[in-house]
C-alpha cells in the first residue's frame, strides 16, 4: 500500500490508518487509491475477521484536498472536461461500498474531526469509537457541493431524516459528547485512550462470531429498505444459516460448560 494509507494484519484484525497527518488526512487521488484498495484487501483476505480504520495526526479526515481538488477543476475548464467530480464514481462509492459491504465487522478509531467524506467514512463504519476532543463536520453545502461518501443514506440512519437535513443545509462542527448523545459515535474515550480503546474493541470483534456479525450487517442494511414482512423474511433466512454453522454449535457448548467460546469462523 501508498504511504498514504498504512496497511497490517495481525491477529485477525487489519489496521488501516490514513498516513496525511500534514494535510489533515484530506483525501487527494492516491490516498484515495490507496484506501480503497486496503479496504478491498481487506475484504477478501479469509484471515481477516474485523478491521479497524483509523488516522495519524490530529484529525480523522477532512474530507477531499481541496487544494488538489482546485487544481483539477481549472485542468478540466482548460481541457472542457468534467473529469474532477468523477471521483465520486471512482474513488468514493467503492470505499464505501466495501466497508458496509464487507461480510467482517468495520470499526473506525476517530481520533479528531471528521468532515465531509471524512465524516462519510465514519458514518460506513459498523461501530465508532471516537475521542472526546474529535469533532464531526458535513462540510459539502459550505464549498456549494451536495453530500456523497453515502452520507445521504448513512446519516438520515444514525440521527433522523430531520436532524441530518438540518446538519446538512447548516454544516457546523458537532463536538464530540453531542455526537456521541446523536448517536454517531458508539463509544467516546478521552483522546489519549482512543487508539487503545478503538482496538480493543476491534480486537474483541475479530474474535467474536464473525458469521453472525454478517448477518447482522446483512440484516440491517435490507431492513433499512425493505417491508417488515420482508424483514421477518430475511430473518428467518440468515437465522437458519446462522443455526446451522459451527460457530453457533460452539457458543451453545460453551454456554453449557460455562466456558468462553473459541469461534472459527464457520
Not at 464505501?96 to 460506513?124: D, E, Y
Not at 438540518?166 to 457546523?172: A, M, Q, S, T, V
Request: glycine share 8%; aromatic share 6%.
Amino acid at each position: 500500500m501508498a504511504d498514504t494509507v498504512l496497511y497490517e494484519v495481525s491477529d485477525g484484525l487489519a489496521t488501516i490508518t490514513i498516513n496525511r497527518p500534514e494535510a489533515m488526512n484530506a483525501m487527494n487521488t492516491e490516498a484515495k487509491e490507496a484506501l480503497r484498495d486496503a479496504l478491498r484487501a481487506a475484504g477478501d483476505d479469509t484471515a481477516v475477521r474485523a478491521v479497524l480504520l483509523t488516522a495519524t495526526g490530529r484529525a480523522f479526515c477532512v474530507g477531499q484536498d481541496l487544494k488538489e481538488h482546485v487544481s483539477s477543476l481549472a485542468a478540466d475548464r482548460e481541457a472542457g472536461t468534467g473529469r474532477t467530480m468523477t471521483t465520486v464514481r471512482e474513488h468514493y462509492n467503492p470505499i464505501v461500498r466495501t466497508i458496509t459491504g464487507m461480510p467482517k465487522p468495520v470499526v473506525a478509531g476517530v481520533n479528531g474531526v471528521a468532515a465531509g467524506a471524512g465524516f462519510g467514512l465514519a458514518l460506513a463504519a459498523d461501530y465508532r469509537v471516537v475521542a472526546d476532543t474529535a469533532a464531526f463536520n458535513t462540510s459539502f453545502a459550505g464549498v456549494a457541493l451536495t453530500a456523497d461518501s453515502g452520507v445521504s443514506w448513512t446519516l438520515p440512519r444514525v440521527v433522523g431524516p430531520g436532524r441530518a437535513a438540518d446538519l446538512l443545509f447548516f454544516p457546523r462542527s458537532i463536538p464530540a459528547r453531542e455526537a456521541y448523545e446523536l448517536g454517531i459515535a458508539n463509544k467516546l474515550v478521552p483522546a489519549g485512550e482512543l487508539a487503545a480503546e478503538a482496538a480493543a474493541v476491534a480486537r474483541a470483534l475479530a474474535a467474536g462470531p464473525t458469521l453472525a456479525y454478517a448477518a447482522l450487517k446483512e440484516s440491517l442494511a435490507y431492513g433499512a429498505g425493505h417491508t417488515l414482512d420482508e424483514a421477518l423474511e430475511k430473518e428467518d433466512e440468515l437465522q437458519t444459516r446462522a443455526g446451522a454453522s459451527q460457530d453457533h454449535a460452539i457458543a451453545v457448548e460453551a454456554f453449557l460448560a460455562k466456558e468462553k467460546p473459541r469461534y472459527v469462523g464457520r
